[in-house]
């Protein structure tokens, strides 16, 4: 049996797959996340692509009465890979693993984070730079440059 920890790991990883899908940086999501399942086999690899790809296909898919209820099946389908894969390592993996949830965890598992230098419904009339993302440093210089 997992560690209060653990189990909280899990869930927040599979709290950041339903997070994730649909969004921009989901190709960069699924590619990191099946790696991080696979463990460096390369079959293991392709078939947890196929499982985050039907996540997101199914959450695509939902009409806006399912979506919530799909999207927490989903998540603790998703808790589920992720607590299997906890329960089965050494602990130097182990360690490794949750260091690599957080990362997950940090970048798409919170709620509040998912509209986050989202963009919508604006009209821009000049120069314009929008820039989205965290640890981005961006200069912009409009004009003649006088």
Request: proline residues 1%; hydrophobic residues 40%; charged residues 30%.
């Amino acid at each position: 049996m997992l560690s209060e920890a653990l189990t909280a790991a899990a869930a927040g990883g599979g709290m950041a797959v339903v997070q994730a899908a649909g969004s921009d940086s989901w190709a960069w999501f699924r590619a990191r996340c099946a790696r991080l399942v696979g463990r460096g086999d390369a079959d293991a690899e392709r078939e947890a692509l196929a499982r985050l790809d039907r996540t997101a296909v199914v959450l695509d898919a939902a009409d806006e009465g399912e979506r919530e209820r799909l999207r927490a099946v989903h998540a603790v389908l998703w808790q589920g890979e992720f607590a299997s894969l906890l329960e089965v390592l050494g602990d130097a993996d182990r360690e490794r693993l949750v260091s690599r949830l957080a990362e997950l965890i940090e970048e798409f598992g919170n709620e509040d984070r998912s509209s986050r230098g989202a963009v919508s419904g604006n009209t821009f009339h000049g120069p314009t730079a929008v820039q989205t993302g965290d640890h981005n440093r961006q200069e912009n210089h409009f004009g003649s440059g006088r």
